[in-house]
């Protein structure tokens, strides 16, 4: 394909070769987030979780933490997350919605629930553990924003 191509560059968008890309994101998109990217040239994330690294300060899982979203429904979804370092803890922050727009109700972890009403969750993980989160959710609460959430007031939320 790209070797057909006769454009030159100065008459293409910055994201004319996306086209072209031969690596694929979407099956981490569904798996971590529980999400997907609407089809098209816009990509919208529409998803059930988004993470973030409150120690390096920017978007998606901590370094040797693994994500699994399960069962999706209209108001729930399960994420288990799991730290493989052996030695370190670690933080992860996760949102509810890729741009916060939902809102936990309830999380229960170890068949134990909680009240929860917050756009975000903060959940700390000791060497080598995991735990599986049910969240029961209000979708389309809030006004969804580009924003982490630190710079909103949602961090630190425990």
């Known amino acids: 394909m790209i070797h057909n191509d006769h454009t030159t560059a100065d008459s293409r968008l910055a994201d004319y070769l996306l086209d072209f890309n031969p690596?694929?994101?979407n099956a981490l998109t569904n798996l971590t987030l529980g999400g997907y990217f609407s089809s098209g040239r816009i990509w919208v994330l529409h998803s059930r979780f988004r993470?973030?690294?409150p120690v390096r300060r920017r978007a998606g899982l901590p370094e040797d933490v693994g994500a699994l979203v399960e069962k999706p429904g209209a108001d729930s979804a399960a994420v288990t997350l799991v730290n493989t370092n052996p030695i370190e803890s670690r933080e992860v922050v996760v949102q509810a919605g890729g741009y916060g727009e939902h809102r936990f109700e309830s999380?229960?972890?170890a068949g134990?629930?909680?009240?929860?009403q917050r756009?975000?969750?903060?959940?700390r993980q000791d060497p080598g553990a995991g735990a599986r989160l049910e969240f029961q959710m209000t979708r389309y609460a809030?006004?969804?924003t580009?924003?982490?959430p630190w710079d909103r007031g949602w961090y630190p939320a425990k």
Do not use: E, L
């Open 112 to 116: 134990k629930r909680t009240q929860y």
């Open 107 to 109: 999380v229960t972890i």
């Open 51 to 53: 993470n973030f690294d």
């Open 146 to 148: 580009f924003a982490f």
């Open 142 to 144: 809030n006004r969804s």
């Open 23 to 25: 690596a694929t994101t």
């Open 119 to 123: 756009p975000v969750i903060t959940v």
